[in-house]
């Protein structure tokens, strides 16, 4: 009897492993093993004979997104980013692993906007991926520390299990190995209103002329660049020169800094941008929608209240209550129907109008916005955001602890 109780348990092992092992995503199988282009291809083609799989789409638009960050380290390596020649005496462990091109090719400003414009297309097409997700019962468990990426464009991808063997300790290494989430509906909102965030910013830099600061600053960044004053490529370009105050780098520092200041070059991308942060704001209020009717606690990435999560951090009702009356308050904003308030003059009697920073665009001066004077072409008069009012940062202050708010947004999303 206890011989058949023996063999009943091997097995059912075995179906268990088995079944785990066929219930395994297809995105994993690409992810962990760092082919994110043959993981693109093989899930358009599971998605194109079963277009109710959602489970490969939402894997599809997490491949896209990764990629998304291939092509740019690809991009940086391919025209010399200067990682090694930056701070030479960075860790071997550190060097090992931001491996520098040896012979890359001269960067234009032109090259530097078609980098930025690809990010924001591979941006656009995971976002869209992800957003046609809708099976509220989706799953998509992935062992994200195995997940391989070529951020560098070395041609190796590296998973976090690997960085934590060379710059960790054995158990961080081991915790990473093991670390799975079993990401959900929610989380492909999540994920979309990330890609949002970033093409954002993405469109902002595309939208202003960043020609002249390219010209005089790009030489701290990239090894060979084609500017119009070739004498920058001849100085010293390490930081480490900083400790014996050397003064042409010290001077390309200040130069860099005095140059912010952008005139529009594409004003129309600043409309694009805030409908990326306007469909952001939407994902954020889509996600919690289905965190808060989950029911099981299987892995969470961002768990209800009545879950615990990952991360082992909890998340009150109090906590999501606040959260949610901020992405209220953050849309109202985002539409002007609520204003900024201004930090000169007589407070409380006008604000401005975040809106039309981004639908009647003028230079982008970052001194003058924190002067003032950038900000006049904004000011109305109108109710200002309850972010100002004591209440709600008392509100704030009070469920998330202060500092640790910016802390919570960032994982919240």
Not at 190 to 197: E, K, T
Not at 314 to 336: N, S
Not at 393 to 398: K, T
Request: proline content about 5%; glycine content about 8%; hydrophobic content about 40%.
């Amino acid at each position: 009897m206890r011989r058949n109780t023996m063999f009943t348990a091997f097995f059912s092992t075995l179906l268990l492993s088995a079944q785990w092992v066929s219930a395994e995503p297809l995105a994993e199988r690409y992810l962990t093993s760092g082919q994110l282009a043959e993981g693109e291809k093989a899930l358009k083609e599971q998605i194109t004979k079963s277009p109710e799989d959602d489970e490969a789409r939402f894997g599809l638009g997490v491949v896209q997104f990764f990629q998304s960050f291939e092509h740019l380290g690809g991009s940086l390596y391919k025209y010399g980013l200067r990682t090694e020649g930056t701070f030479r005496g960075m860790p071997p462990e550190v060097r090992a692993l931001l491996p520098q091109n040896r012979n890359p090719e001269e960067i234009s400003y032109a090259d530097v906007r078609q980098i930025l414009q690809t990010w924001v297309n591979d941006l656009k097409q995971a976002e869209k991926t992800l957003s046609a997700v809708k099976e509220p019962d989706v799953k998509l468990p992935l062992h994200v520390g195995l997940i391989k990426v070529d951020l560098i464009g070395s041609g190796k991808p590296v998973d976090a299990a690997f960085l934590m063997g060379r710059i960790g300790t054995p158990q961080q290494k081991q915790a990473a190995e093991n670390f799975v989430i079993g990401f959900d509906r929610g989380d492909a909102d999540w994920l979309a209103g990330y890609c949002n965030f970033l093409c954002a910013w993405g469109e902002v830099m595309l939208a202003v002329d960043g020609q002249e600061i390219f010209n005089c600053t790009a030489h701290l960044f990239f090894e060979k660049v084609d500017t119009p004053y070739k004498f920058l490529l001849e100085g010293p370009r390490n930081f480490d020169a900083l400790r014996s105050f050397n003064r042409p780098l010290i001077s390309d520092i200040l130069a860099f800094i005095h140059l912010w200041r952008f005139e529009m070059k594409e004003a129309e991308r600043m409309k694009a941008a805030l409908a990326h942060l306007e469909d952001m704001q939407l994902h954020a209020k889509s996600m919690w929608k289905y965190y808060q009717v989950e029911t099981d606690d299987d892995h969470e990435w961002i768990p209800n209240p009545k879950q615990t999560g990952v991360l082992q951090i909890k998340v009150t009702q109090e906590m999501l209550d606040t959260w949610l009356a901020v992405l209220d308050e953050t849309g109202l904003v985002l539409q002007g129907k609520k204003l900024i308030p201004f930090w000169r003059g007589k407070p409380g009697t006008q604000g401005v109008n975040l809106r039309r920073v981004f639908t009647e665009p003028r230079i982008i001066d970052p001194f003058l916005w924190v002067q003032g004077t950038a900000a006049a072409p904004y000011l109305e008069e109108g109710p200002i955001t309850e972010f100002a009012s004591p209440q709600m940062l008392g509100r704030i202050n009070s469920t998330f602890g202060g500092a640790n708010f910016f802390t919570m947004a960032f994982w919240f999303n």
